[in-house]
């Protein structure tokens, strides 16, 4: 019996989802009675888990799982659920998530449904509610299995601390067949990456070419959010594909989304439509985006980002 | 080379979504279906390998008669041949077992579908499938060269590209990357007559159990509407941010 969530990490310490799936799960296994436990790979410290309501860590730490292979980090979690007999697993929607957990799904031949968000509705049997065509609606998913799986919507819940004493152990690595080999990993050092920013700061057409980005730019360092592009703006390659948010691009579920000379075509609002607040600055008053935003400025941006800018760097010293 | 790409018939991405029959069911009336376009990517991409490696390109869905006309234009883009599973099935699992029983005759040297649906945005069938089959599995894949049974790919990760080499036979999710926007094809006159020609075949479905069901759909609470700012108070912007809605 019992929870289980996998917990990941980035450079030796947890991701903000980490905490995020240990309220989570704490919510469930206090409503149902039960443990819950988090599955840690290859990280040194996994204390700070037990601010957040974890009873039980496991911790995998090996070479064999130095770089991530989904297979690898499936079989391991398969093990796991197997030993501990989990009737629950709870994912984060990072992008190896959503790669580890359908391969879950089939080995434990579990029932999985992914984007949920808020706890579940009824847990026997488990309904949960989830996003679906593309933010622009909800479904109620009914999942009547032995073992089932949920993929948790960045940012849905939200974490808190609830301390408990926790139990630590270490586990072995199991390993998976696989040819498949990681020749190389990129990251953008230094910068907040979309799935993980709290704030994100987001330039369209209006901003005129791509020499006038560095007024996004400045804003997100000076908020330290991520930035990100509407589809024309990637399209005409003034800014890397890696950044186009929207209904074909990347979804965004940041506390806070500033877009700047985006118009607001439906397919773009449908991507950020989990953002919690959505700020608009567009010269444009019939632009749709202010439909759907919390706050507007109708100007200039030329005039308003640089203002907003040195406004918010004097806020910040205070 | 044997591709197969698995197809999702999908509302277009301008459509308004609305839910009819107490809620429960996707409302068609007047929604134009297009190529799911994560797959439509994959397509592209896998169209080119039948171009430039001779490779032959299948494309496969699980849905009733009202998906062909999306198989049409798939082969009037230039896959070789389709198939239809004839089942509406309940969720991706069961999509993925579908699937599985074809993929297990065919013995497909790729298998190319999109990340994920735009309708239900499941991000299970081509994992599931993979896994089903025992093949290896590259998802949010954004490009992909194939060599002497070897393939070469990139998955886009939370703030960075990562490249893997594996073996084939294998299963791709799909998404944009893989090919441009600018690379897509339109079907020409010639390309829409050719495909009347091509083979579309309908396969009865295998036994398979879907792990879930949707019950009901909901769209949204409306929003309130947008407070604005003056654009020289960008002060009580900040005033707004900070102690209204908390975020700064």
Not at chain 1, 284 to 290: R, S, V
Not at chain 2, 82 to 93: E, K, N
Not at chain 2, 216 to 232: C, F, N, Q, S
Request: glycine share 8%; with cysteine; aromatic share 6%.
């Amino acid at each position: 019996m019992g929870i289980l969530i996998y917990t990941e990490s980035e450079n030796g310490k947890f991701k903000k989802s980490a905490y995020e799936l240990a309220s989570y799960g704490r919510a469930i296994a206090d409503q149902l009675g039960v443990e819950l436990i988090a599955v840690s790979f290859n990280l040194e410290d996994a204390t700070p888990l037990g601010s957040y309501g974890v009873d039980q860590v496991i911790q995998i730490n090996d070479p064999s799982l130095e770089s991530f292979t989904a297979q690898q980090y499936a079989s391991n979690l398969a093990t796991i659920a197997q030993t501990k007999e989990i009737k629950l697993i709870v994912f984060s929607s990072s992008a190896n998530a959503k790669y580890i957990a359908p391969l879950l799904a089939v080995s434990l031949s579990a029932g999985y449904a992914s984007n949920v968000v808020g706890l579940p509705e009824s847990l026997e049997p488990l309904t949960v509610k989830r996003s679906c065509f593309t933010n622009k609606a909800f479904n109620t998913c009914t999942l009547d299995n032995k073992v089932n799986i949920i993929g948790l919507s960045n940012n849905s819940y939200g974490s808190f601390e609830n301390p408990k004493e926790v139990n630590f152990s270490q586990a072995s690595a199991v390993i998976a067949e696989t040819t498949i080999k990681v020749e190389q990993v990129e990251k953008s050092s230094g910068e907040v990456s979309i799935a993980d920013a709290d704030i994100v700061v987001s330039g369209g057409r209006g901003l005129k070419g791509p020499e006038h980005w560095h007024l996004i730019e400045d804003l997100a360092t000076t908020l330290g959010a991520a930035t990100a592009c509407s589809k024309p703006v990637s399209d005409m390659g003034w800014r890397p594909h890696s950044e186009h948010v929207g209904q074909t691009g990347k979804p965004v579920a940041s506390n806070l989304y500033i877009a700047i000379g985006v118009s607001g075509a439906i397919q773009h609002l449908a991507g950020i439509n989990s953002s919690k607040v959505k700020v608009v600055i567009n010269n444009d008053p019939e632009a749709p985006f202010f439909k759907a935003a919390d706050y507007g400025v109708i100007g200039d941006a030329f005039e308003v980002v640089p203002e907003l800018i040195e406004k918010l760097k004097a806020f910040k010293s205070y | 080379m044997k591709i197969l790409v698995c197809i999702s018939h999908v509302p277009d991405t301008t459509s308004k979504i609305n839910f009819v029959e107490g809620d429960t069911l996707f409302d068609k009336n007047g929604v134009q279906f297009v190529i799911n376009p994560n797959d439509e990517f994959g397509l592209t991409r896998a169209v080119w390998f039948q171009q430039k490696q001779q490779a032959e390109v299948t494309v496969i869905t699980v849905g009733d008669a009202s998906c062909e006309p999306t198989l049409r234009k798939c082969l009037a883009i230039g896959a070789n041949r389709a198939f239809r599973v004839d089942l509406q099935p309940s969720d991706g699992f069961e999509v993925a077992q579908q699937l599985s029983a074809h993929c297990k005759e065919e013995n497909y040297d790729l298998i190319i579908a999109g990340r994920e649906s735009i309708d239900y945005n499941g991000a299970m069938v081509p994992g599931m499938l993979s896994a089903l089959l025992g093949y290896n599995f590259v998802t949010n894949c954004m490009a992909l060269e194939i060599a002497g049974g070897t393939a070469k790919a990139s998955r886009e990760i939370d703030g960075g590209i990562e490249t893997v080499s594996c073996e084939l036979p294998l299963v791709i999710g799909a998404q944009k990357g893989l090919v441009e926007e600018k690379d897509l094809i339109i079907p020409n006159m010639r390309g829409i007559m050719q495909a009347r020609q091509k083979s579309l075949s309908v396969l009865a479905p295998v036994e398979s159990d879907a792990k879930s069901s949707i019950s009901k759909y909901e769209k949204p609470a409306p929003k309130g509407a947008v407070k604005l700012v003056e654009p020289d108070q960008i002060d009580q912007l900040i005033d707004l941010l900070h102690n209204e809605a908390k975020v700064i």
